[in-house]
């Protein structure tokens, strides 16, 4: 087991990622807390991995309010210990589906908030904690749109480039004291329900079905398939190992080969 008695939090635990990402690190022998604001999918995925045989607790809090970060995560120590491991897979709100100049600013601007506020909270929260609790990981998600310029993305691609960069700095200053700051870069798994939907919007635009629009996708990288929901959730298990241990400021990407770094 990689993660083997570490304590990790998963942010964002109700969604798709989260979910995933949580079930992957309780697999691989880790104590998880499961975060998120909605209590019905937080419970849900806890019972699933108890019943598994994994390790799982789980606690509403709001990423944007950092007074509920602070205290959800000292109730988190009181339980469990130091974490060791965080993810943060927290709803930006997408904005996608219109170009940047028929909408407005606030629909634009709302996952560019919403990211940065959430990130802000948690790894200022998180750094802070690790630094003095003989260091840690922190992980996020981001997208191919952090890189590349697509029509119909709105903030979304704009908020994945600001939070990487947040994510590079965080490390920098903080991998003195033995923090490890990365993430992982998906093209969107078409299992999770958001990038779905967002699939959906674009092949409408188009005129197309799902079915194509995902050949379309898949045919533009070299191993001719989108990564899954659990072939993500495996590349943070990575990230968070000691299998990774001299990896910081960086990024696992798996995009199937559609960005060549």
Not at 8 to 33: D, T
Not at 64 to 76: F, R, W
Not at 194 to 209: P, Q, T
Not at 232 to 249: P, R
Request: proline letters at 3%; a negative charge.
């Amino acid at each position: 087991m990689l993660l083997k008695d570490k304590v990790a939090v998963v942010y964002g635990a109700s969604g798709s990622v989260g979910g995933a990402v949580a079930r992957a690190f309780a697999r691989e022998g880790a104590i998880v807390h499961l975060v998120a604001r909605r209590p019905d999918p937080l419970e849900a995925v806890a019972q699933e991995i108890m019943q598994q045989g994994g390790r799982a607790r789980w606690a509403q809090a709001d990423a944007l309010d950092p007074d509920a970060v602070a205290a959800q995560l000292e109730q988190m120590i009181a339980l469990s210990g130091p974490v060791g491991i965080a993810f943060s897979a927290i709803d930006w709100g997408d904005s996608q589906g219109q170009n940047l100049t028929e909408m407005s600013f606030q629909r634009f601007i709302t996952p560019v908030d919403r990211g940065l506020k959430s990130w802000f909270n948690v790894g200022g929260a998180m750094a802070r904690h690790m630094a003095e609790n003989g260091g840690g990981v922190i992980l996020g998600i981001t997208a191919n749109a952090a890189r590349e310029a697509y029509t119909e993305m709105g903030g979304f691609g704009i908020a994945c480039a600001a939070v990487e960069h947040f994510l590079r700095h965080l490390a920098v200053e903080n991998g003195p004291r033995g923090v490890r700051c990365c993430w992982v870069r998906s093209p969107g798994s078409p299992d999770a329900a958001g990038v779905r939907e967002a699939w959906l919007l674009h092949a409408r635009e188009r005129g197309i079905g799902f079915e194509e629009m995902y050949q379309e996708v898949a045919r533009d990288t070299p191993l001719r398939r989108i990564a899954s929901l659990a072939q993500v959730a495996d590349a943070a298990v990575l990230l968070a190992s000691d299998l990774a241990a001299s990896m910081t400021a960086t990024m696992a990407n798996v995009t199937g080969g559609a960005q060549i770094d």
